[in-house]
């Protein structure tokens, strides 16, 4: 159902980066917590763009995934990268649990942080899900939403740079 092979399976919502309308990532903060939500409308149907929201297609989505892979039917092993300008600032190895909801009109995976090899982050947690828009005929409504605290002052001083690298960057040519 939502196994695919990130190189050869490509959704159609990602081969044309034109068919994205997104709206400006909104980013809010509650102490050292910080949440990023972004909203896009896709050109396409359900069916064809709601694999956008699987993990083996996150390295498509940012360039900050060098490794997404299922470990089990629940759980999730990601190695990501944070750069600057090319710049490396800090890099995680992270397991998360996945829960996955498909239904007609939805596609949603909702995720949380099991644990980071290093301890770094404290809460990741957050979704990605694709919705059928009954008043927009031929496009879907894609919201992606994520909350993350680290361990560190320092690391917190970057989140929002992290978050917004995380979500200002559209589909990749991976």
């Keep these: 159902m939502h196994e695919s092979d990130a190189a050869t399976d490509r959704p159609n919502a990602l081969s044309d980066p034109s068919a994205w309308s997104p709206s400006p990532a909104v980013l809010t903060r509650a102490g050292d917590t910080f949440t990023v939500?972004?909203?896009f409308r896709i050109r396409g149907h359900?069916?064809?763009t709601g694999p956008v929201v699987y993990p083996e297609n996150w390295p498509l989505?940012?360039?900050i995934f060098q490794k997404v892979e299922r470990v089990s039917d629940d759980v999730v092993h990601e190695q990501i990268?944070?750069?600057?300008r090319?710049?490396?600032l800090q890099s995680f190895?992270?397991?998360?649990?996945?829960?996955?909801?498909e239904t007609d009109r939805l596609i949603r995976v909702d995720y949380s942080l099991i644990h980071e090899r290093d301890d770094k982050i404290v809460v990741d947690e957050g979704y990605g899900e694709?919705?059928?828009s009954g008043t927009d005929a031929g496009f879907v409504r894609c919201t992606a939403r994520k909350t993350l605290s680290f361990a560190s002052p320092y690391l917190n001083l970057l989140a929002p740079a992290f978050m917004i690298e995380l979500f200002d960057a559209g589909p990749t040519e991976r």
């Design 93 to 101: 190895e992270v397991f998360l649990r996945c829960r996955y909801t």
């Design 86 to 88: 090319g710049l490396v």
């Design 37 to 39: 939500q972004k909203r």
């Design 130 to 132: 694709v919705r059928s």
């Design 81 to 84: 990268t944070f750069r600057v």
């Design 61 to 63: 989505l940012s360039p």
């Design 46 to 48: 359900l069916r064809e």
